[in-house]
């Protein structure tokens, strides 16, 4: 089994910055893709951000390009979402998640385990 713990969330005002963090349990973190998706309420969960197995491939929502960047660290099995120039529209519960496979996606779908959500308020 795997457990994604999400931390970083937090109030904020607009224009300003926050960094998520997930860490992941076992032993096979590096074979998988990672990803980011957020929920606001009343609204489906959408794709924020992924990253390859290895680093070496990134992708990113176009409402959060230029503003948002996604990173791993194998070696301490986490990955961090740091999101800059934050605007009240980003307010939402933000989601840690690991794929099927090793490359990225924007499909739910195509992972296969999820942490509990940490909240991001910002505020105008």
């Known amino acids: 089994q795997v457990h994604l713990v999400e931390s970083g969330g937090g109030l904020v005002q607009a224009g300003g910055s926050l960094r998520l963090s997930c860490a992941a349990s076992?032993?096979?973190?590096?074979?998988?893709?990672m990803g980011w998706f957020r929920q606001a309420p009343g609204k489906e969960r959408d794709f924020v951000a992924a990253?390859?197995?290895?680093?070496?491939?990134?992708s990113y929502a176009d409402s959060v390009k230029g503003r948002f960047t996604i990173s791993r660290d194998n070696a301490k099995n986490t990955v961090d979402l740091q999101m800059n120039s934050l605007k009240p529209e980003d307010t939402a519960v933000y989601y840690c998640?690991?794929?099927?496979?090793?490359?990225?996606?924007?499909?739910?779908?195509?992972?296969?385990?999820w942490g509990q959500g940490t909240q991001v308020t910002v505020s105008s």
């Open positions: 998640a690991r794929s099927w496979g090793p490359s990225t996606s924007a499909y739910s779908n195509n992972y296969a385990y």
């Open positions: 990253i390859s197995r290895g680093g070496s491939s990134t």
């Open positions: 076992g032993r096979t973190f590096s074979s998988y893709a």
